[in-house]
């Protein structure tokens, strides 16, 4: 009688074969890994923005610096031109005098505007390094999972190429007129060989009859699902 234990045990494998040798296909990343990674390029997009918001703002607030420097320095002449005696005209005075009192107006301006900025960037710079921190752990997250993905692939590969020397060794004990007889039934299903199981072939998920199930147990030759015509295999318990 063939040995359908020998048959199924080859199926199993090749099914395992093909299910590994497709989740190995391309190096595929895991979804997890998907989104992580997603997640680490659209933070890094972020961060850039922000980094160069605050470069351009650490640029505004030099430029204002430099700004009141200089109108300090127009203040301390004018200043000095008002009160050293060398104006003596009344109406340049009092032109002098506004004009005095405008620039200081602009410096108070400018320092607001200054210390507004530097709010700004304590406030860019915080989120700056709290971003930098989250993205440094999502990559080290990353890089860690990758590397164990890497790893399990490798096993998996590993495991791939044991299997056509334990097939083969299992299809030297099969006789030949089962093996032509399932590769023929191979050009209609993926897998031809059918397990059993409580009285329900598990190919096409209908139960079998009766007297397909009685010549099963009596292991009498192959027997085959009235339904969808693959070979049953039912395994005695016990």
Request: proline share 1%.
């Amino acid at each position: 009688m063939p040995d359908l234990k020998l048959l199924w045990e080859i199926q199993v494998l090749d099914g395992q074969k093909r299910a590994m040798e497709l989740k190995l296909k391309g190096g595929q990343l895991s979804e997890e890994l998907k989104f992580l990674k997603a997640e680490i390029e659209e933070g890094r997009s972020v961060f850039n923005k922000l980094k160069e918001e605050y470069s351009n703002l650490k640029k505004a607030q030099k430029a204002k610096e430099l700004d009141v420097t200089e109108t300090n320095e127009q203040l301390g002449n004018l200043d000095q031109k008002l009160y050293d005696g060398s104006i003596t005209n009344v109406k340049e005075m009092n032109s002098n005098s506004k004009k005095l009192e405008s620039l200081k107006n602009k410096v108070k301006q400018e320092e607001d505007n200054i210390l507004s900025f530097m709010e700004k960037l304590d406030d860019l710079r915080s989120k700056l390094e709290k971003m930098s921190a989250e993205l440094n752990k999502k990559a080290d997250d990353y890089r860690r999972k990758h590397s164990t993905l890497l790893a399990n692939q490798q096993k998996v590969r590993q495991f791939v190429e044991q299997i056509p020397l334990v097939r083969q060794k299992l299809l030297d004990k099969l006789d030949a007129e089962t093996w032509h007889l399932y590769m023929d039934l191979r050009k209609i299903y993926e897998d031809p060989l059918a397990r059993v199981e409580k009285g329900t072939c598990m190919g096409c998920r209908v139960g079998i009859t009766f007297n397909e199930l009685r010549l099963l147990k009596q292991d009498e030759g192959l027997v085959y699902c009235s339904n969808c015509g693959r070979m049953l295999y039912w395994e005695r318990q016990g």
